[in-house]
């Protein structure tokens, strides 16, 4: 059993695939260990991406991931981090395969529905962010 950290992103909170995105979770045989709606201030999303600062892409995804409510969610099963991201599909949704959710409903490559955490090492960073003390 491996946990992994997934975002529905806002683009899908706001329209409304929350409940096909978590459908699909549970159809792969994820178990939902924790999940948390929120929406982030800029700063935090500043920090959850602090990896990418300095690419031309940053500032407006930090604006993007901070315009709305997002439903962070820890999955559970076998092989979670890949799963996951096999499930998702790739960052640029018109590179993905046709069942991945990011290729049924991503808007852009910035506006991708959904994340995931892309090693078991970043998994446990990201779920302390969002679940652990003082998140
Ligand atoms: P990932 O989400 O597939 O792991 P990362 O390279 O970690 O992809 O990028 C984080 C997020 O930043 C992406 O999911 C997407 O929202 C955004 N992003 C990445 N590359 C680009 C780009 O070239 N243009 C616009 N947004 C991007
Ligand atoms: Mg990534």
């Known amino acids: 059993m491996e946990q992994t950290l997934a975002i529905i992103k806002p683009d899908a909170v706001q329209r409304q695939l929350v409940g096909v995105i978590i459908s699909e979770i549970e159809m792969n045989r994820f178990a939902i260990g924790a999940i948390r709606v929120l929406r982030l201030s800029a700063d935090q999303a500043a920090r959850f991406y602090r990896e990418h600062q300095g690419k031309p892409f940053y500032e407006s995804l930090v604006a993007y991931m901070s315009s709305g409510q997002l439903f962070s969610l820890v999955l559970e099963r076998d092989q979670a ?10 960052t640029d949704p018109a590179k993905a395969g046709p069942l991945t959710l990011r290729r049924r409903f991503a808007i852009d490559m910035q506006r991708n529905s959904v994340h995931g955490a892309d090693s078991p090492a970043t998994a446990a960073r990201e779920i302390d962010f969002f679940f652990g003390e003082g998140a």
Do not use: I, Q, T, Y
Not at 81 to 90: A, I, K, N, T, Y
């Open 81 to 90: 981090v890949d799963e996951w991201r096999r499930l998702m599909g790739p």
